[in-house]
């Protein structure tokens, strides 16, 4: 498909807004969805739903397979080597929850390390605080260089033989620069730490492969890849899944019940208390479909091109300020207009159809670590064009010139 033809799977871009055709340049928050996740999900509230696991009739098992069948399609997705490495979550913040109270609390001890970096989004960085805090370990950063990338340099002299556990984003939704985590994961294995990768940003935009990646654990979202809301995946590698105790009790996850001790079910469903989130997964694999029928090594080139093109764009407007490196980024820019704060240059872009991402994107030590308050976050994805970067160019100089009149 080209890009008009992909846009038309979208039926929020034909939107307007304040009078203007919507421009959505908030994809790192979340992505729209195509209308195949869309009738996906009603198919099944129309035909299929019903509740898992449970029941015997027709409905049961079609909800049952349905919802397995998803988890086959992720397994695939990210070639791990079984299904039953694949965990479904509520999203990414869920999945590193789990890790880090499910894996972590139980190796970690006083005087060991956890190692993250100042460009974690809060997902990834309040959780291992508390790990940190519960079990006497130290919490430790890699340093960063100047333009926000990592310097492997850097990562050996930080990671010790007392690390128990790397975790780091593989692609930052701030900085947009792509980490390299198959390196990390490599240093980390030579202490005997464990890596875990936050995939929230990565996933949607490039082709993901576990094995290759040598990740113990990889963590990301349904609703930024064209799925919906409030599904999310873990994978770990078998050994880690199985030494892991749940976080979560109640139904389903348990294999017998006795008046003071229960016994859990085997992967992956010992980390899946209650009843999951059926339609989610369902819509989930109708992504991936849509994803992977137009390729996910085209949507990586097309975004490549497309942040260059808004890269060299934004820069060579007088008074915007780009955060991270041109090279070697997904699909976003971080900017701010000189004097005007940046939840005041997404309203006035709001005015004319643009939605830009404003505030402080969940990484508040990132946004001191810059020496900001605040950023304004153009993001991109499979359906955006040249012509919607245009719009936003054509919209800042708009906006200068508003608050350059104000302060006159």
């Not at 696991?53 to 080597?81: C, I, M, Q």
């Not at 980490?179 to 949607?204: K, W």
């Amino acid at each position: 498909m080209n890009a008009a033809e992909i846009r038309e799977q979208f039926p929020i871009l034909s939107e307007t807004i304040n009078g203007h055709p919507l421009v959505y340049l908030d994809s790192a928050a979340t992505s729209q969805k195509p209308r195949q996740v869309i009738d996906a999900v009603a198919r099944y509230y129309e035909h299929d739903n019903a509740n898992v696991h449970r029941g015997v009739h027709t409905l049961g098992s079609r909800a049952t397979d349905a919802y397995e069948g998803a988890r086959v399609k992720v397994a695939r997705f990210l070639n791990a080597p079984s299904e039953q490495q694949i965990i479904f979550t509520r999203g990414t913040t869920t999945a590193l929850n789990l890790v880090a109270t499910g894996y972590a609390r139980t190796v970690c001890g006083e005087g060991d390390e956890i190692v993250i970096t100042p460009m974690e989004h809060h997902s990834n960085l309040i959780p291992w605080q508390q790990a940190a805090k519960a079990t006497g370990a130290t919490l430790k950063y890699m340093p960063l260089q100047p333009d926000g990338t990592i310097d492997l340099e850097d990562v050996r002299a930080t990671v010790t033989s007392r690390t128990k556990v790397v975790a780091i984003t593989y692609a930052s939704n701030v900085l947009g620069v792509i980490n390299p985590v198959q390196a990390i994961g490599e240093i980390a294995h030579e202490v005997g730490a464990v890596l875990v990768v936050d995939g929230a940003q990565s996933t949607p935009h490039m082709k993901i492969d576990v094995q290759a990646l040598g990740c113990d654990f990889y963590a990301f979202s349904g609703h930024k890849m064209c799925g919906p809301t409030g599904i999310g995946v873990l994978y770990g590698k078998r050994e880690l899944l199985e030494a892991m105790e749940p976080i979560e009790y109640g139904g389903e996850m348990i294999d017998f019940v006795d008046l003071h001790e229960s016994t859990w079910k085997e992967l992956p469903w010992k980390f899946e208390g209650g009843t999951p989130i059926i339609a989610g997964a369902v819509g989930l694999a109708a992504a991936i479909d849509f994803l992977e029928e137009i390729g996910l090594d085209a949507i990586d080139r097309h975004e490549s091109q497309l942040v260059a093109y808004a890269y060299d764009r934004l820069s060579a407007m007088e008074g915007i300020s780009i955060y991270g490196p041109r090279e070697g980024r997904v699909g976003l820019v971080t900017f701010n207009l000189a004097d005007v704060h940046p939840h005041d240059v997404a309203t006035v872009l709001d005015t004319y159809g643009i939605a830009v991402r404003a505030g402080h994107h969940c990484c508040q030590p990132l946004m001191r670590w810059l020496e900001v308050s605040a950023t304004a976050r153009a993001s991109f994805y499979l359906y955006n064009t040249e012509s919607d970067v245009d719009a936003l160019v054509d919209a800042l100089r708009h906006t200068k010139e508003f608050f350059g009149h104000a302060a006159g």
